[in-house]
């Protein structure tokens, strides 16, 4: 079976929509409701000034829900895919950097718990998994509204 085939299938974009927003809304509920220790996560990735640490701990967590609550509801696919591209890019390069660098650290992804911690290399294997369904579903992907073009096809 071939990638446009398969990507082209309603069901398995549903599917694939589905847990790809369930995972980045997920992974936003932590971070949301425990931003101070979101700060220390990000300040021991060692890559970002200090002023923009805060910044960065209040604003993800939000893009990342709105980004997958888009995907869940069928909203902006087009735009919701490309922001989930960019940030599966971004913590790939940040992991992969703590991981070269030797650093001993929480990633974050899912829980900003300091117990929480998980090796690094899996965390990177996993986001390259979730890279490659999001940068298919987008590739692939024609209409910006799934759900219009469900709707347009039953008229």
Known sequence: MNMEKLFGNKI??????FILGGLFIYASMDK????????????????LPVSLENLLAIFLPWLEFVTGLFLLVGKYNKGALFIYNIFLCIFIL??????????????GCFSVKPSSTTEIWLRIIEDIVMLFFSFNLYRFTK?????????????
């Open 143 to 155: 209409e910006n509204n799934f759900n219009e073009s469900i709707q347009t096809e039953k008229l």
């Open 94 to 107: 940040a992991l992969s950097q703590a991981l070269v660098r030797g650093l001993d650290i929480n990633c």
């Open 32 to 47: 949301m409701t425990n931003t101070a220790d979101f700060v220390k996560v990000i300040h021991n990735y060692k890559i």
């Open 12 to 17: 398995f974009i549903l599917i694939v929509r």
